[in-house]
């Protein structure tokens, strides 16, 4: 729980307040029966984090570089659009979807923004989730409610990525309203769902970051050390991951003159090492569910491209060409969540 909590005694009162019903020995009120029906620990737990995360001054500030930043990629795109429109080089085609990846070079887009600075909402959400319960001894109390320890770390995940989901979704939608009454082209139901889909990959984009920073918050007691974790991992995949390949691309590249399967076989192990990346993987997925014109994230040969016929893919295809790259970024998520659930449930509270 934050600060915030921690100084007003009224969220603390009515939690206990709720969930003590749920240990009333014997015969029940009619106020408890009716109380146990309506509130169970889990959501009351959800609920309390949720209003915590909309009240901190972190996530404020937070939210307010995110949103600066997506104002910038909307003036860029918008730039970009009209610049085209008026030279006559953009498709008209899916035209709504290149506010999220268009831009006139000044700036980064929509994607891009929310594939750097994503990440920072998850880890800010979560590097403190237990261990600062530990600190301030609010953990074995709270457990000694009638509450599960499973309950406990689903519902501070579920909060989170709840508080995320509506972020994200209401900055996407914002970015489609604000391109509606700029640019005055409406979008066709196609371009909606794509959005949708992306904004869905987003939120499982930083629902990973999310729960690496909570596994971080189980395994060190001081939130700086969290924090700091949770953020050198980031830099490393942002920054210096594909640095790295770079240095192993060239070390291991093949003479130009070796035959197509040597190169076709060091292409698909380096595509392979760029695939370890999550941030790799939410660039492809969001390139192909915002750019119809995506065919392939892998080698083509020229066979296959001789008689390829030059359209944008529908909607269902492009699903199917980015499933296993929003699989992979599930499985992460799943097993940072289960190693913090796993690790969570073998450690020793004690009441301070």
């Given at each position: 729980?934050?600060?915030?909590?921690?100084?007003?005694?009224?969220?603390?009162?009515?939690?206990?307040?709720?969930?003590?019903?749920?240990?009333?020995?014997?015969?029940?009120?009619?106020?408890?029966?009716?109380?146990?029906?309506?509130?169970?620990?889990?959501?009351?737990?959800?609920?309390?984090?949720?209003?915590?995360?909309?009240?901190?001054?972190?996530?404020?500030?937070?939210?307010?570089?995110?949103?600066?930043?997506?104002?910038?990629?909307?003036?860029?795109?918008?730039?970009?659009?009209?610049?085209?429109?008026?030279?006559?080089?953009?498709?008209?085609?899916?035209?709504?979807?290149?506010?999220?990846?268009?831009?006139?070079?000044?700036?980064?887009?929509?994607?891009?923004?929310?594939?750097?600075?994503?990440?920072?909402?998850?880890?800010?959400?979560?590097?403190?989730?237990?261990?600062?319960?530990?600190?301030?001894?609010?953990?074995?109390?709270?457990?000694?409610?009638?509450?599960?320890?499973?309950?406990?770390?689903?519902?501070?995940?579920?909060?989170?990525?709840?508080?995320?989901?509506?972020?994200?979704?209401?900055?996407?939608?914002?970015?489609?309203?604000?391109?509606?009454?700029?640019?005055?082209?409406?979008?066709?139901?196609?371009?909606?769902?794509?959005?949708?889909?992306?904004?869905?990959?987003?939120?499982?984009?930083?629902?990973?970051?999310?729960?690496?920073?909570?596994?971080?918050?189980?395994?060190?007691?001081?939130?700086?050390?969290?924090?700091?974790?949770?953020?050198?991992?980031?830099?490393?995949?942002?920054?210096?991951?594909?640095?790295?390949?770079?240095?192993?691309?060239?070390?291991?590249?093949?003479?130009?003159?070796s035959a197509f399967t040597v190169l076709l076989r060091h292409y698909n192990l380096m595509l392979l090492l760029d695939r370890l990346s999550p941030a790799f993987l939410?660039?492809?997925?969001?390139?192909?569910?915002?750019?119809?014109?995506?065919?392939?994230?892998?080698?083509?040969?020229?066979?296959?491209?001789?008689?390829?016929?030059?359209?944008?893919?529908?909607?269902?295809?492009?699903?199917?060409?980015?499933?296993?790259q929003l699989v992979g970024l599930l499985a992460a998520t799943m097993i940072c969540f289960g190693l913090s659930y796993a690790l969570f449930m073998r450690q020793e509270?004690?009441?301070?």
């Open positions: 729980m934050s600060e915030t909590t921690a100084n007003r005694g009224g969220y603390w009162k009515r939690l206990t307040e709720q969930l003590s019903v749920l240990r009333i020995p014997g015969p029940k009120s009619e106020f408890a029966k009716r109380e146990l029906g309506t509130v169970s620990p889990f959501w009351a737990i959800v609920r309390k984090e949720f209003g915590d995360h909309m009240r901190s001054w972190r996530f404020g500030i937070l939210l307010g570089i995110i949103v600066l930043a997506c104002i910038g990629s909307i003036y860029a795109a918008v730039t970009a659009i009209q610049a085209g429109t008026q030279s006559q080089q953009t498709d008209d085609s899916f035209l709504f979807l290149r506010m999220f990846t268009a831009s006139d070079g000044s700036l980064p887009t929509f994607v891009t923004f929310v594939s750097f600075l994503g990440p920072l909402m998850g880890i800010a959400l979560g590097f403190d989730a237990v261990n600062s319960e530990r600190n301030k001894g609010t953990l074995s109390r709270l457990l000694s409610q009638p509450i599960y320890r499973g309950d406990f770390i689903l519902a501070k995940f579920a909060a989170a990525l709840l508080l995320i989901a509506v972020v994200l979704y209401s900055l996407g939608f914002s970015v489609m309203g604000l391109g509606l009454v700029i640019i005055g082209y409406p979008p066709t139901p196609e371009e909606v769902l794509r959005v949708s889909l992306f904004l869905l990959v987003a939120v499982i984009y930083v629902g990973f970051w999310l729960n690496l920073s909570i596994l971080f918050s189980i395994c060190f007691r001081q939130g700086a050390t969290s924090a700091l974790s949770g953020i050198a991992l980031w830099l490393f995949f942002s920054v210096f991951y594909s640095m790295i390949t770079g240095l192993i691309d060239k070390a291991t590249a093949p003479a130009d003159a939410f660039s492809e997925a969001t390139s192909t569910l915002l750019m119809p014109s995506v065919r392939t994230l892998g080698p083509l040969t020229t066979e296959q491209v001789a008689m390829a016929i030059a359209s944008p893919l529908p909607l269902l295809q492009s699903v199917l060409l980015s499933w296993p509270i004690r009441s301070r």
